[in-house]
C-alpha cells in the first residue's frame, strides 16, 4: 500500500477514481453524502429518504469536496483503494475552543480493501506528514454517534472529543466533534 499527501487532486483519472469511491461509501454516511451539499453542511438532519432520494449521486457533495487537499492511498497495482479529505485553517463555533486546526471532512475506503488498515494509514500520514507540511498541529473530524467503530478508532488515537451536538441528524443522533493535537 502507498499513502501520498496530494493536496488538491487535479488529474483526471484520479478525480474519477475519488468519484467512484464515493459513490460506493455514499449511503453509509449519515445521512447520506448524496443528501447533502457540503462536507462542512451545518444542517444534518434528515428523515427517511424515498425511494427516489436513493437513486440519487452525491454530485454537490463531490463538487464542493474536491475542491480540499487530499491524502490518496493506492494497492499495489497503482489502483485507489481511499482517501481522506481536509480543510487547512478551519474553524467553526463547535471548535471555538479547539482553535484553528485540519479538519477531516470525509474518510472512504473501497468496500474490498477494508479491514487491511489504509484508513489507519491515512490516519498516520495526516498525524505524521500533513500536520508538518501544513505546519498545523491540530487535527479535527466530526462523525455521528452511531458511528461506533470510527469513533473507538479515534480513542485509540488518542483523539478526544470536543463537543456533542445533541439530536442533531435527527432523533438521537447526535454530531460529536473528536480533536487531537500533535
Not at 462536507?39 to 437513486?55: A, C, G, I, M, Y
Not at 441528524?169 to 460529536?176: A, I, K, Q, S, Y
Request: hydrophobic share 30%; with cysteine.
Amino acid at each position: 500500500m502507498r499513502i501520498e499527501y496530494r493536496g488538491i487532486v487535479t488529474d483526471e483519472r484520479e478525480k474519477k477514481q475519488i468519484w467512484d469511491i464515493l459513490c460506493e461509501c455514499d449511503r453509509e454516511f449519515y445521512p447520506p453524502l448524496s443528501a447533502r451539499n457540503s462536507s462542512v453542511q451545518k444542517d444534518l438532519r434528515t428523515e427517511n429518504p424515498s425511494e427516489e432520494d436513493r437513486t440519487v449521486t452525491p454530485t454537490v457533495y463531490f463538487d464542493e469536496m474536491i475542491q480540499q487537499y487530499f491524502i490518496l492511498a493506492f494497492d499495489d497495482k497503482g489502483e485507489m483503494t481511499g482517501y481522506m479529505t481536509f480543510k487547512k485553517d478551519y474553524i467553526c463555533d463547535a471548535l471555538q475552543s479547539f482553535g484553528k486546526s485540519l479538519y477531516i471532512t470525509t474518510i472512504c475506503v473501497r468496500k474490498d480493501y477494508r479491514r487491511q488498515h489504509v484508513m489507519n494509514s491515512l490516519y498516520d500520514c495526516m498525524e505524521s506528514e500533513v500536520t508538518k507540511v501544513c505546519g498545523c498541529p491540530r487535527i479535527s473530524t466530526r462523525t455521528w454517534s452511531e458511528n461506533d467503530a470510527h469513533m473507538h478508532g479515534l480513542a485509540q488515537r488518542g483523539y478526544k472529543l470536543l463537543c456533542r451536538l445533541e439530536n442533531d441528524r435527527g432523533p438521537g443522533v447526535d454530531t460529536v466533534y473528536y480533536g487531537r493535537e500533535i
